[in-house]
């Protein structure tokens, strides 16, 4: 959150030489499929993305080993950026965390869902929910004269769909991503 954050404070040069540019990738500028998540169209687009992330925190405690985050914002980053360079060809440029958030909401919520956490369960329906109006109206012009800019939401999708197929890869989903706790030796018992 912090990074993000530090990133905004550079403004308008940071943002154009981190930018998802379809163009400038093309011509082998490939960071920008992953420093595009980090930058924004301003502080209140950061505000809305850093209160995304404090709501998955609050939603899925389950402390993370960094190696298991750090993948994971990885390939989010590229599978949604990659999504909306070959899937979305029109789309110029894109800032914004919000499609990796929702993937890594997929990631937090589904296992918990499974463990019938009904809050998950809701958590889950309604990120299909929104979803899948997003995919059948778009955004609301209200949300995107507030960022200042036009909300990608093809970008939500991307991530929770390459958040769905990591979770199958790497075993989210069925407990396997996550290290094995081992036995305090103190609370052992013979």
Same mark, same amino acid.
């Given at each position: 959150m912090l990074l993000l954050v530090i990133l905004e404070a550079f403004g308008a040069p940071v943002r154009a030489a981190l930018q998802f540019d379809h163009a400038q990738i093309a011509d082998g500028q490939w960071w920008r499929l992953l420093s595009g998540s980090f930058v924004h169209l301003g502080w209140y687009h950061l505000m809305l993305n850093e209160i995304g992330i404090a709501v998955l925190v609050l939603l899925c405690p389950d402390p993370l080993p960094l190696k298991i985050w750090l993948r994971r914002l =990885? @390939? *989010?980053? *590229?599978? $949604? %950026? *990659? /999504? =909306?360079?070959? =899937?979305?060809?029109? =789309? +110029? +440029?894109?800032?914004? $965390? %919000? /499609?990796? @958030?929702?993937g890594l909401f997929v990631l937090g919520l589904l296992p918990q869902a499974r463990k019938r956490d009904w809050i998950a369960i809701a958590c889950l329906a309604y990120l299909l929910g929104k979803l899948g109006w997003e995919v059948i109206t778009g955004t609301p012009v209200s949300d995107e004269r507030e960022i200042g800019g036009h909300v990608v939401t093809q970008a939500h999708l991307f991530g929770s769909i390459v958040a769905f197929f990591y979770g199958l890869v790497f075993g989210t989903f069925s407990g396997r991503e996550m290290p094995a706790k081992t036995a305090d030796p103190s609370t052992a018992t013979t």
């Open positions: =990885l @390939i *989010l980053c *590229l599978g $949604m %950026s *990659l /999504g =909306l360079y070959f =899937l979305v060809p029109d =789309l +110029t +440029t894109y800032v914004g $965390m %919000s /499609g990796v @958030i929702h």
